[in-house]
Each structure stands twice: as structure tokens, then as C-alpha cells.
């Protein structure tokens, strides 16, 4: 017999392991063997766990193995904001509620929400997200990179006070020419930074308040760094009619007309679409988020009108986002529910969005979406070793008959037991191993009276019952 081979980690006795690699291949009584930070070995217990010795060896007799969920659109700084914009649409939500509260946030309230963001994220699975950007990278970057995650990170950029839609906080508004050195900046500092965990990426947060020398000017910063581009669009049926009233045509066709509609483009929401525009979509192949809990919290939609599945169908790389905490939940495995569910129920139609596709999109496509599908999104020898352990014994997973079936239909976030990223854990037995939660949770509380403090909470906080 030959001598066995050394890796640092030995994951034995996985009941059932969902690679999600090239072939989809899903093992029953799997192991992994890791080394170095990567997957060295992936397979049959049986055969791997005689050919691999590692220092350290995990059993993991009962559980579900998947790859680290990659979250593609997620405000860190908007971790406070929960249960602050309820029942808004969509001008009232960005104008009464979040800009408002974002132009309120200070760099050490940001350092709070970004650390509440990266305990709700590894508590449910999520090893790397795609930030849109704030005005405090440098408390955000601090918070994540604390607790060991991968981000991308971006500076939020808005040059136009003024839109169809209202004013934003004098706070918010920027210079063009301040909005591209501090983006520029932000590459210089970050790019590839925190052991090669920190991305950055370009980010114009939305299309109204932009202006096309904006645009332009952060397009060529991200093809300098062949970084990304980021957006949000088409969020609501408001977004785009005041694109139509202030340029004369929707926002798909303006990034289209500026020629930056390209793959390294992320797009977020794309719900509200004209005909021409979901040919555009189709030809250029942006990334496109999906963001389920976003939209039906307040109804914005996107799922109702949305083409995202006909788009996943034409080979655009479309995948899923959590948003914000402010429409409640964070965390990934909800967003896979409503979004296979959420497609179904609108277009009357169990064909339409089966549970693999919202599987690939939290990890294939959305590592694709952050410009890391070489390195992440699947559990293949040679990646990079993110890996999510759920603890399948317990009610909600029982019985198991289809794993893919019972993570996106049944699970939450919550059953989730150990998380690594790069072969190192950063949750074990539910609870995060650089930092600590419960100080954490001593700043929120905190944090939160602050925060209040600052708003007018009866305008923004709707309590209908009485509170004694
Ligand atoms: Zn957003």
C-alpha cells in the first residue's frame, strides 16, 4: 500500500455533499481532504479516507455539505435599518426612509452594522458578498475583514441631488470628479488585499442621480483594474419611468447608449424591462441579481414582471442577493426559497424555477457575479476551500430523501453548523471564531439608540399597536 497523502483538514463521513462542480455531481457519504487552503481531494469516504492522513479531521456524520454561499448584492451599513422602511413604495422607501438613515449613519455606526452584517452572513453560510457601497469603506472593510470573510467592496457614488423621483440628503451628493478619486483611491487601497479575501469594485448606486460622466469615469476605472462595474436598476416601476422622464429612455437602453453594458457589469433588480431592453440584457450579458425578499417585502414587483428566468434561459449569468436588512431577513437560503417559489407562484407555473437553478445562482453564478469563478462557488479540487457544514439531524431537514429539495424548500440559515473559508473555520457549531458575537450585539443595542436618536422615528417607524 502506498504511504498516505498529508492535507491539514480531513472532512469525513459528509452524508450527502452537493459539489454543484461542472458534472453537478451530489455524493452520498462524502469526504473532503484540504490543504494549503484548497480542495485537495474530493469524493467517497471510503476511498478518500484511506489515502489522506491531516492534522485535523472533522466528522460530519449528519450533515449536508454545500459550497460557500456567494451573496451578490448586500448594504453591510443597512444592518441597522431593520424594520425602519415598512410599507413604503419605492420613492417613499429610498426617500423617506433609507436615505435619510444612510445620510444619518456615522464611520463607527457603519463599523457596527458592517459587524452585525458579517455575523448574520457566516451564521447562514454566505463566505463572500458583494457590497454596493457606503461612504465609510474603511469601517466597513475593517468590520468584515475582522471576522475572516471574503467581500467586494465599492464607494457608494451619486452626483446629482436632484431626480424625478426627489432630493437626496446633501450628505450623499458628491462631485463627479470626488466620487472617481475616491474610487480610484479605494482600488489602490483594497484590491486585492486581506490575504487576497478583499475585492473592489466600481459602484454608481443608482441611474437617476447619476450622471453620464459618472458612469463613463467609473467604467474605466473598473476595465483599468478588470474589476466590476455595479448598478442598481429597473428596482421599481418609479426607477424607470423617471429614467424615461429625465433622459428619454429607460435605464437598460441609457447603459446600452454609454457602452457600458458588458459581462464585468452587475446589474441588481433588473425587474422592470421593456422589450428591447431584455434583447440588450440577452446580447451583452451582464450579471444580473435577482433580489426575492427585497422585492416582496414592499411589493416592488420584480418577481411579478421580472424575466430573470427566461434571461438564466438565454445564458445570462443571473444570480441572487439578500439586499438589505431592512426587508427583514439576510440570509441566503431564504432568498433561494423565495425566489424558486416566488417565480412559480406569479407565473403559475412549478416548471418554471426548479430548486437547482436557485442553488446555482447563490453559488456558481453568484461567484461568476463577483468575478471569482476560477477561485469559489463550487467544491472541486483546486478551488479555493469555502465549504458549508448544515446539521441535517435536526426537524426541518427530516426526511431526507433530496437534499437540494429540503435546503431550498425547508432549511433556513439557521441550521447551519461550520463554515470555512479558505480551508479556515470561521463558524464552528453556529457561532463565528474570530469574533465576538455577543460584544457585537452589546454595540448594536447600543448603536441603535443612537441611530434613533438622530431620526424621526414616528415618521419612519410604523408601530399601529400601542405600546405600553
Ligand atoms: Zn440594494
Known amino acids: 500500500m502506498s504511504t498516505a497523502r498529508e492535507a491539514d483538514l480531513l472532512v469525513r463521513g459528509i ?27 474530493v469524493g467517497k469516504a471510503a476511498e478518500l479516507e484511506g489515502e489522506w492522513r491531516a492534522g485535523r479531521t472533522l466528522d460530519a456524520r449528519g450533515a449536508v455539505a454545500t459550497p460557500g ?19 413604503a413604495n419605492a420613492q417613499s422607501f429610498l426617500f423617506d426612509h433609507m436615505y435619510p438613515y444612510e445620510g444619518a449613519m456615522t464611520g463607527e455606526d457603519v463599523y457596527v452594522s ?24 474603511e469601517a466597513t472593510v475593517k468590520a468584515i475583514a475582522a471576522s475572516g470573510m471574503r467581500m467586494v467592496i465599492a464607494r457608494s457614488s451619486f452626483d446629482k441631488t436632484k431626480s424625478v423621483m426627489g432630493l437626496l440628503p446633501e450628505r450623499m451628493i458628491e462631485t463627479t470628479a470626488h466620487c472617481l478619486e475616491s474610487t480610484e483611491a479605494l482600488f489602490e487601497r483594497y484590491h486585492g488585499g486581506h490575504d487576497g479575501r ?18 463613463l469615469g467609473l467604467k474605466a476605472i473598473a476595465d483599468k483594474h478588470g474589476a466590476t462595474l455595479q ?24 447603459l446600452e447608449s454609454l457602452g457600458v453594458l458588458d459581462e464585468r457589469m452587475l446589474v441588481v433588480h433588473s425587474g422592470w424591462l421593456e422589450p428591447h431592453e431584455v434583447a440588450l440584457l440577452a446580447r451583452r450579458k451582464p450579471t444580473l441579481v435577482c433580489a426575492p425578499s427585497s422585492s416582496i417585502h414592499n411589493g416592488y414587483g420584480n418577481l411579478a414582471v421580472g424575466m430573470l428566468p427566461e434571461l438564466m434561459a438565454l445564458g445570462v449569468n443571473v444570480t441572487l442577493g439578500s ?3 431592512c426587508s427583514g431577513s439576510v440570509d441566503m437560503v431564504q432568498e433561494m ?19 437547482e437553478h436557485a442553488l446555482e445562482m447563490a ?3 453568484g461567484a461568476r457575479g463577483a468575478g471569482l469563478a476560477d477561485r469559489i462557488g463550487s467544491i472541486e479540487v483546486g478551488k479555493e476551500a469555502d465549504l458549508v457544514l448544515f446539521d441535517a439531524t435536526v426537524s426541518e431537514w427530516q426526511p431526507l430523501y433530496n437534499p437540494v429539495s429540503n435546503l431550498v424548500y425547508s432549511a433556513t440559515g439557521n441550521t447551519v453548523k461550520h463554515v470555512f473559508v479558505a480551508g479556515e473555520q470561521l463558524v464552528r457549531d453556529g457561532r463565528l471564531t474570530r469574533i465576538d458575537q455577543e460584544e457585537i450585539m452589546r454595540e448594536v443595542r447600543a448603536t441603535a439608540m443612537r441611530i434613533a436618536d438622530r431620526l424621526d422615528m414616528k415618521k419612519i417607524v410604523k408601530l399601529r399597536w400601542p405600546v405600553e
Not at 119 to 125: A, I, Q, T
Not at 235 to 240: G, I, K, M, P, V
Not at 243 to 248: E, I, K, P, T
Not at 338 to 355: D, L, S
Request: hydrophobic share 40%; aromatic share 8%.
Open 15 to 41: 452524508d450527502w455533499l452537493i459539489t454543484v462542480d461542472a458534472g453537478r455531481r451530489v455524493i452520498r457519504d462524502a469526504a473532503i481532504a484540504v490543504k494549503d487552503g484548497k480542495f485537495a481531494a
Open 337 to 355: 426559497r423565495y425566489c424558486a417559489c416566488g417565480y412559480k407562484e406569479v407565473r403559475i407555473n412549478p416548471r418554471v424555477m426548479p430548486p
Open 114 to 137: 458592517a459587524s452585525l452584517a458579517a455575523v448574520e452572513l457566516l451564521r447562514h453560510g454566505v463566505t463572500c458578498f458583494i457590497d454596493p457601497g457606503n461612504y465609510h469603506p
Open 198 to 215: 478583499l475585492a473592489a469594485s466600481a459602484s454608481f448606486r443608482g441611474l437617476n442621480n447619476a450622471s453620464d460622466e459618472l458612469i
Open 69 to 87: 454561499f456567494v451573496d451578490n448584492h448586500l448594504h453591510s451599513s443597512f444592518q441597522m435599518s431593520r424594520g425602519l422602511a415598512d410599507e
Open 231 to 254: 448598478t442598481h436598476a429597473c428596482f421599481s416601476y418609479s426607477t424607470h419611468d423617471s429614467s424615461v422622464a429625465q433622459y428619454g429612455k429607460p435605464e437598460i437602453e441609457r
Open 363 to 365: 453559488t456558481v453564478n
Open 323 to 325: 439586499d438589505h436588512a
